[in-house]
């Protein structure tokens, strides 16, 4: 159980276009996702946290007009990246907190790489 | 100061041998402490979870926190080759916080 998948596992976009990511919950309800971006050899770093049904709360850096989350359903949440460029190549990976979950339980997907060319 | 700082490695050891993991942080509200294991293009996946201070054990793992220190490790017996991969260290404060990472250790098990 716990599974969360996301869709696309891997693209690759022009400079200039729009890319939009789905993290879906497949066996549970997810009060809450989150999205992180993860540089080669780095570790993973928070970039916004969404509520189902409200708007996401980002982090200090992070262009809420560029990464555009969308937590539509208790199962789903969409990162778009608006006008992407070279700079916002990375492994983008969700994760889903179950609703009365514990606090170690956050769920991971298996990461979308996006390379920009 | 970040808020965790874990060493990056590379570390490489022997089929069998004893891995040690460990992870300093600076926050002394975390009261959470996960370790999740990496393997590469692929998302974390957790391994052990720990409340506040103490031991946990689980198989050939075995997570320990020492709040007084504000240091926690990861160990692990008999190494095998499918345990290569990088260890992340993660706290939070509370549920539906957000969790503190590590950079991630990577280890490399030799057959």
């Known amino acids: 159980g716990a599974v969360v998948s996301q869709h696309p596992s891997w693209v690759i976009c022009k400079s200039g276009t729009s890319v939009k990511i789905e993290c879906r919950s497949l066996?549970?309800?997810?009060?809450?996702m989150f999205w992180y971006r993860q540089f080669p050899k780095q570790s993973l770093m928070l970039m916004a946290t969404s509520n189902e049904g409200s708007k996401a709360t980002y982090e200090q850096g992070v262009e809420k007009d560029k990464f555009l989350i969308n937590h539509a359903s208790l199962t789903l949440s969409t990162l778009t990246v608006t006008s992407a460029h070279p700079e916002d190549s990375s492994f983008y990976i969700c994760?889903?907190?179950?609703?009365?979950?514990?606090?170690?339980?956050?769920?991971f997907g298996p990461g979308t790489r996006l390379t920009v060319t | 100061q970040k808020e965790v700082e874990q060493d990056p490695g590379p570390l490489s050891v022997p089929e069998g041998a004893i891995v040690s993991l460990n992870c300093t942080y600076s926050?002394?509200?975390?009261?959470?402490f996960m370790w999740y294991r990496q393997y590469s293009r692929k998302g974390p996946e957790l391994l052990m979870y720990?409340?506040?201070?103490g031991n946990k054990e689980d198989g050939r793992f075995t997570a320990q926190v020492d709040k007084s220190s504000k240091y926690i490790s990861l160990f692990i017996r008999d190494s095998q080759p499918s345990d290569s991969a990088t260890y992340l260290c993660?706290?939070?404060?509370?549920?539906?916080?957000?969790?503190?990472f590590g950079t991630g250790t990577s280890l490399t098990v030799i057959p």
């Open positions: 993660a706290m939070s404060v509370d549920t539906g916080n957000q969790f503190y």
């Open positions: 066996d549970f309800q997810a009060t809450t």
């Open positions: 720990t409340y506040s201070s």
């Open positions: 926050n002394s509200a975390f009261q959470y």
């Open positions: 994760s889903a907190e179950p609703v009365l979950a514990g606090a170690y339980e956050q769920y």
